[in-house]
């Protein structure tokens, strides 16, 4: 299977090494990929395939295992920009595990070092946001999910990021206008999103009462 040096072969390699991970085969995509690294140490997707292995060992919940992978490229200093998107996924470690202190921390700390490279990372915005809702620290999480929104208007996550600022406007007490506003907020900008989905559910299950009976 390894025997080829040319670019087209290594394309290939990658197309069945993501297929791997599309089937949630992770412990193929990792002895895959890292065979390939060993047979060759400079192929031209190296990087991406160290990323990879990171994130099918993040699904594995090898955590420990992901960790050390993301360290390797990031100190690397070829890795250039496979580097620093390293960096920034490595909360992603802590948030899956529910450390959601550490990866708050995590999450600051690339944003700090890389503050120039936001738009490549929207995961370090609304993990962080989510990290404080489950902290109960709800003005920070209300702080961070406006400003991802800000910065990412169109990310896929966007209708769970605005019904989230629906849920901690209601928890905090804010008026039920405001609660319902950002609900409405999340299905009509991000209609057919999942998150858009769930703002529907709350709007609905608050009409419940005074519905008639068609509705």
Request: glycine share 6%; proline share 4%; aromatic share 16%.
């Amino acid at each position: 299977l390894f025997r080829s040096q040319d670019p087209s072969y290594f394309n290939r390699l990658m197309i069945i090494g993501l297929s791997y991970r599309e089937v949630a085969n992770h412990m193929g995509l990792i002895e895959l990929f890292q065979t390939a690294l060993k047979k060759f140490p400079d192929n031209i997707f190296k990087w991406q395939m160290h990323l990879t292995i990171a994130e099918s060992l993040k699904s594995l919940s090898k955590y420990d295992d992901a960790i050390k992978e993301y360290e390797t490229i990031e100190n690397d200093p070829t890795s250039k920009d496979f580097g620093i998107e390293a960096r920034m996924r490595r909360g992603d470690i802590f948030f899956a595990q529910k450390k959601y202190d550490e990866a708050i921390k995590e999450y600051k700390a690339a944003q700090a070092k890389n503050p120039t490279k936001w738009e490549d990372a929207p995961n370090t915005y609304f993990n962080r946001a989510e990290s404080h809702f489950w902290l109960k620290q709800y003005k920070a999480s209300l702080d961070v999910y406006r400003d991802f929104l800000q910065r990412f208007p169109s990310d896929p996550f966007g209708g769970y990021a605005m019904t989230r600022i629906g849920e901690i406007l209601e928890i905090v007490g804010a008026p039920k206008q405001k609660v319902t506003g950002a609900y409405l907020e999340s299905f009509f900008r991000y209609r057919g999103s999942p998150g858009a989905y769930i703002a529907r559910i709350h709007v609905n299950t608050d009409r419940f009462a005074s519905m008639k009976f068609k509705e």
